[in-house]
């Protein structure tokens, strides 16, 4: 029997690295992808099929895509963008060319690939595209604001084309992890020096007190709450799995509880537990 095959992105780390392995165990035929193709080599050493898949460029998306139908004989089961990158920094200090770069990768790339992927599945009679958004494309916090301008129009993308394919067997689901074990925050620093300019801000004080210590002394401090990479393998499993899945599917109580007070409180109850985080 031909195993079922899925597209994973941003498989170098964390949630990525282990949703490959993960569906790989599960019977799944994995192609995983990073942005690097040094990364690509080490994920084959490891056993899975890799390719090189950079959301920020549309031709490694489409020779991604073109090389993965090639070998699967033009099926593509399920679809998982996982893939993206975080930009801290106060929001009155991210310049407009931090924000293109942030929004390439976290939502055009996203987009992109899942355009190519759609008519894929359509000709086929079936699949699952299911996007890896976060709680913080629920609710927000300080210092993250570009990260979750992605994310809350990632959440706003996914919903209308979940409405939009209702008529297909095309099923769109959404995973919002909360904190969850992976490289994310050591990974936003060369993003932050590039494009920061604490020193210069208005902030500077509360950069000295705050973030930096977070990304430079406590990165690898856990989250409270935090959850290994597996709980989101997990969820993605009966995401593919299920026969009629979730919408949505909530990982780590973080997000339960975000996800519960986005709906309950009113906005200035909703900025005050915000700000604890």
Known sequence: MTPRSIL?????????????HGLARAGWRVFATCRRQEDCDRLVAEGLESLRLDYAD????????????????GTLDAL???GAFACPGAVEDLPRGALREIFETNLFGVH???????????????????????????????WRG?????????????????????????KVILIEPGPVTSDIRRNSIPHFERWIDWR?????????SSLLQRLYKDRGKPDAFELPASAVTAKLLRALTAADPAPRYYVT????????????????ALDRVAARG
């Open 8 to 20: 994973v992105t941003g498989c170098s780390s964390g949630i990525g690295h282990d949703a490959a």
């Open 80 to 82: 998982y963008n996982n």
């Open 146 to 170: 570009a990260y979750v301008a992605t994310k809350f129009a990632l959440e706003g993308l996914t919903d209308v084309l979940r409405l939009e394919m209702s008529d297909t067997p095309i």
């Open 253 to 268: 109580t973080p997000t339960w509880v975000m996800g519960l007070a986005r709906r309950l409180l009113p906005t200035r």
């Open 58 to 73: 549309e031709d490694s998306i489409a020779a991604a895509l073109a090389e993965v139908l090639s070998r699967t004989g």
């Open 112 to 142: 992109d690939l899942t355009r190519r992927v759609i008519p894929v599945m359509r000709a086929q009679g079936h699949g699952r595209i299911i996007n890896c958004s976060s709680v913080l494309g629920l609710v927000g916090i300080r």
């Open 200 to 208: 210069g801000s208005a902030r500077r004080g509360q950069y000295e």
